[in-house]
């Protein structure tokens, strides 16, 4: 700016203002010249300005102060996720070892999400030809996903367990020299879908240890004092849960996050390969007039619940029944289910006594997210949260979403 001023000053040192009186208010980041000897002065709490001598003339420069700064956000100041999780470790929310485990998760996150995009292209879609514990089928992407996921939690030196949907028992991590943390996840929900390119995403939930929770692991002779310890460790109840999240991919890759203190949401800005924040604080809306469940399996449901169902497509005095979205990743479903209001349910039937979804790898989890951001998880009669495991790979029907839509089914279910 100086240098522009002077570009304009002539060697006769000419005045370039005629008289005080006509001088109008420079901006704070005006530059004005004057061959006067007098210091013209503009009152003002926010701005002051500074004269300089060059030769015979004066120059007037505004300089900005504090409180400028701060009305003044630049467009391109932006809230990174490793910006986020290092505030809330200066703030005393989180320590060190959590925060260096959530940045581990996110980058398995942005791993699995490139995995996702090029699956068609990697030869990544169709089944492994292996089935996972659960006796289902495994996608090659389920497989892949698991190892980046286990990857990258052991990298990170600080957790001391991790138990995954696709493994058969926890795993204790040898590389681990602080922290000690246990990370329960689902590599890739909604696998099924992959190959479709609909959404999927991962599901985790960190604990701390918990040498005194009791779980029935049975006579297994299989199983090593190591693996019978992890078993004792991982099952607690979601009560215990520190950190809570999922990363669901789709048009974008988004990360929401909970470290028990609401619930946020990250996206993926491919310009930086960080994921920014774009959400806080979400609130769930209190009611909402979507369901999402598979009403495939109607026929297969308890009297109770299909009244319930029967009801909700009634148009009643409003003349407006509710919504039926339903697209078959939890990730997915329960995503917009957070953003928009209603319900999501994947109840027991016939044929699975006590549905298919797992209590510690996604209802748990997904519980207390929503929770956090004002809404109820609940098995149909009980808090989700209050359920302690017996098993590793436990099912539990799953009924979540806005407060009073979970409360309406409970009062149909009792």
Known sequence: M??????????????????????????????????????VSYPNST???????????????AVSTASDAKTKKSTFEIQTLTGWLLKQEQAGVID????????????????????????????????????????????????????????????????????????????????????????VFDPLDGSS????????????????PNDECLADIGDDSTLDQTEQRCIVNVCQPGNNLLVAGYCMYSSSVIFVLTIGKGVFSFSLDPMYGEFVLT????????????????????????????????DLKDPGPSGKPYSARYIGSLVGDFHRTLLYGGIYGYPRDKKSKNGKLRLLYECAPMSFIVEQAGGKGSDGHQRVLDITPTEIHQRVPLYIGSV?????????LA
């Not at 701005?47 to 420069?61: A, P």
């Not at 769930?284 to 009403?295: D, L, T």
């Not at 009073?404 to 149909?412: A, F, H, P, Q, T």
């Open 193 to 208: 879908n992959i190959d479709a390119a609909v959404s999927t995403g991962s599901i985790f939930g960190i604990y701390s």
């Open 279 to 310: 959400q806080e604080n979400i609130q769930i809306p209190k009611a909402g007039k979507i369901y999402s469940f598979n009403e495939g399996n109607y026929q297969m449901w308890d009297d109770k619940l299909k009244k319930y169902i029967d």
């Open 404 to 412: 009073e839509e979970v409360e309406k089914l409970e009062k149909y």
């Open 96 to 183: 060190a070892e959590l925060t260096i485990v959530i940045s581990s998760i996110s980058m398995a996150c942005k791993q699995i999400a490139s995995l996702v995009q090029r699956a068609s292209i990697s030869n990544l879609t169709g089944v492994q030809g292996a089935v996972n514990i659960q006796g289902e089928d495994q996608k090659k992407l389920d497989v892949v996903s698991n190892e980046v996921f286990s990857s990258c939690l052991r990298s990170s030196g600080r957790t001391g367990i991790i138990a995954s949907e696709e493994e058969d028992v926890p795993v204790a991590v040898e590389e681990s020299y602080s922290g000690n943390y246990i990370v």
């Open 47 to 61: 701005n002051t300005y500074k004269k300089k001598r060059s030769g015979d003339g004066l120059k007037c420069m």
């Open 2 to 39: 100086v240098a522009q001023a002077a570009a304009i000053i002539t060697s006769s040192s000419h005045l370039l203002f005629s008289t005080s009186r006509s001088l109008s208010r420079p901006s704070p980041s005006q530059l004005c010249v004057f061959d006067s000897k007098t210091l």
